[in-house]
């Protein structure tokens, strides 16, 4: 697109607003490419790119995936930028570029790295063509923002570039009917003890054959539509992957790769983090890093302590567990980690949305698509729920089949911690969303401090 | 009592089917019949006959699918079935969509109601309305508008939020027992008295509710948060 003098305008304007919002001890991620895009609409079509654009995208583990493909390019020297504190949406996008660019807009780095939110790419991707993006799955999440998995499906699929290679989930059929034009690698993890035929999930958003409607005989299916299956119909079936994790163990994972097997370090072992690191090796492959190197720099990185974090006192724990609200395929996920996770457990819940709980009344209709009936396991000992909607956890929980003498709810979250039998649990969970972090950190600090004190009660 | 439920597989994309396990709860004996969109209703008749919101692309398979059974849906909504319809589940029974493109999809035209798709100005509201002289709490998320035609009758009277479309004073649609509403989701869960009336419709008269305690103290902490927080 071309360069007028407004654009150049509109640049300096935006950088001069990110110098000042930095001299006022902002970050400045935002604002100024929201002001750039205000003030002139094809911004980012504008702004000189850098020589390689990767994009990263998809419902979940888009953040932890970005995140591991930005470590390991740091651990192995490339010089790059990304959107890693910042916003993943158009004008995080446009902040990005104008904060590493110099005053005619050329960037001072040959690579860049973009975490993109899905429903942002119609105001991304027509203006900056990615040279490899990955998709990590496509799931339904909030209701309001995404509608249904079809309607993102269609969307990717109208605002992704034609021919832009694509690296994508070999397990998730929606996902990996994205672009089908395009060149594409995959990803999947083979067959695993414990992997089944059988649907364990409220929410299934491939019911049937992607392509003709027919039914899918599933070889397994390991949560949701996750899996793989071939239609009785028309045949279509799981595409083969490049990159197959065909070998789990609590620290790592062995990867075939065009017939050679490699062994990648994992920070946890449950499969939406085998997922999200094997997503990170395929892309970090297709772009040229070599096998071993990426192994070597994955050893020294860890998952991000905002969405996970264990903390040990006297045997036990309190561990931190994010669970986006208003995403019910990412709340099961956590439900199932927690049931699956060994001993006996508590569980302290702030599913509230942050940002309805203070405004408004909450759609509360994702609580029933997500699998709170993992939650019902003899394993969890007690569950708290606190927060505005506390009333309709509580009702969900005793519909999932949970015994009422386990649940404690209360309108503050202040509490939620007091009302814990620190006696019972060998691990203690806090599962909060994106925006309560600090609430949960604040949490985990009294829950550690009741751990302490039940132990030197026992002690005595 | 038999609970048919069309298309389950498709037509659940917001916790809709805990309406259906709701109902199951209640009427622990009830038999439910899961009817997928490879197979053929059996609008048998008697019990409840339920369908929930779907893609834009399902809507029009499963206009396809019922098309040939419109003289039989219409015969059991004469006769009192009941009908729960939720979310956009109500746009087939009715008389047409207008899709984006201007291009129109007949639905059944068993409702006197007409839908307008607006995919990239999806609407998303709150609700409180009056059923029976009870509150009725609910969300709307949706890609369509809805105009009643001559005869219809509203379902819920609009106190807060938005009826069937912007300007409609009620939300959702009542013929004898079919009762159609765009609010999505657990409907019957979060109002115990909507899932009350439903029960008697059904002809299950005087059945508990499920939780009963429980989804009242969290359906009135819903009510007094719609007071406090929505205009």
Redesign the interface.
Known sequence: MKRTPYFYLVLFISKLVRFLLLKLGRNATNFPGELAIWLCRSFIGRMPKPEKVVCITGTNGKTTVANLVEDVLERTGADFYCNRNGSNVYSGVASLLISNSDWRGRPTKKLAVFELDERSSNLILPYMRPDIMLCTNIFRDSYKRNAHPEFILDFLNKYIPDGVPMVLNADDMMCSELKPGNPRAYFSIARQPGDGEGSRNIVQDVPACPRCGGELKWDFRRYHHIGRAACKDCGFSSPKAGYTAVGLTETDMEVDIGGESFRFPLANSAYINVYNSLAAVALLCELGLEPGKIAGALGSVGISATRYMEEEVNGRKAILHLAKGQNPVACSRAFQNIRDYPGKKAVILFLDDFFDAQHTVENVSWLYDADFEFLADGSVVQLIAAGARHWDVYLRLLLAGVPAERIDHMPGTGGAAEVLRPGEPDSVFILYDVYTIRLAEDTQRLVVERLKKEAAKNAD | MRIEVLFP??CS??????NV??LQ?CLPGAERVDVS??EEPELSGGGLVYMGPM????QE?VIKKLMPYKKRIGELIDSGTAFLLTGNALEVLGSHIIREDGSRLEGLGLLPVYAKQD?MH?H?S?FLGEWNGAEV?G?K?Q?TMAWPTEGAKGLFTVKKGVGLNKKCPYEGLRVNNLFATYL???VL??NPCFARGLLEAMGAHGAEL??GG??Q??YK??VA??YS??R
């Open positions: 597989e498709y994309l917001f916790g809709d089917l805990f396990k709701y709860a969109l490879r893609s834009e692309r399902t398979k995919i999806r998303n709150v709490t969300f998320s890609f999505q989701g657990p869960p979060l499920a939780f429980a989804a103290e969290a902490a819903r948060d719609f927080k929505v």
